[in-house]
């Protein structure tokens, strides 16, 4: 019965010390936790936090710089966006400062207005090659006729190229040209039979096959040939 009862106290004994060093393990990590190894994958996820905030705080900064609206007081921040969205709705075209503020600020709308820009640029190209003010018309009409009813920038299409043709009918060049493709080609081959009257490889000066007359200037520069 003694040794029964000995070998119950053993293990009694050995129960309770393992149970209070569990205990004090506990306590230990508790306590050293803090100081404890972070794992890759933690310290992975940490840095990609740290680099996200400064990647931000980099961008911010950069933006405050090239933000045209920087250093404007309240009242002339307001002024210039509402200049910035006249100009879009009456089809102006814009200024590096005015892009870039969209770019910022309102990218939907900036995405839209760098294609206008382009088209715009293209029709104001065209014209410039027109020959008479009747093909600068078809040319600004049949840019017009392909704007399609789906795209997301027609009202602001349609805005810039009407600008760009009333532009360039205010210019010089519009002005002087014929009225009718007729006219330009007409203009056209009167301008070459007075281009008969050219100079050859050598430099000397070419009169018109037809001429029935021949004439020889003297050294003083009056007519000789005749008496």
Do not use: C
Request: net charge neutral.
């Amino acid at each position: 019965m003694s040794d029964i009862q000995s070998a119950v106290n053993s293990f009694k004994l050995s129960f309770f010390k393992n149970n209070k060093t569990q205990n004090n393990n506990k306590v230990t990590e508790k306590l050293f936790a803090k100081y404890k190894l972070k794992s890759e994958d933690e310290q992975q996820k940490e840095s990609q936090v740290d680099t996200s905030t400064i990647g931000l705080t980099l961008k911010d900064a950069v933006d405050s710089i090239f933000d045209p609206t920087t250093g404007m007081s309240d009242e002339e921040k307001k002024k210039f966006i509402e200049k910035l969205y006249k100009k879009i709705k009456s089809g102006k075209k814009l200024s590096a400062d005015e892009m870039q503020y969209l770019r910022m600020n309102d990218p939907v709308t900036y995405a839209k207005m760098a294609k206008v820009q382009i088209q715009r640029k293209a029709l104001e190209s065209r014209l410039k090659q027109a020959k008479s003010k009747e093909e600068a018309l078809e040319i600004y009409t049949s840019a017009k006729s392909r704007i399609s009813d789906d795209d997301p920038a027609r009202e602001e299409l349609n805005a810039a190229y009407d600008d760009a043709y009333g532009e360039f009918k205010k210019s010089e060049q519009y002005k002087k040209l014929p009225a009718t493709e007729k006219e330009a080609k007409e203009k056209e081959k009167n301008g070459t039979s007075r281009s008969s009257w050219n100079k050859d490889i050598t430099g000397d000066t070419k009169f018109p096959e037809n001429e029935e007359e021949t004439y020889e200037f003297g050294i003083s520069g009056d007519f000789a040939g005749e008496e």
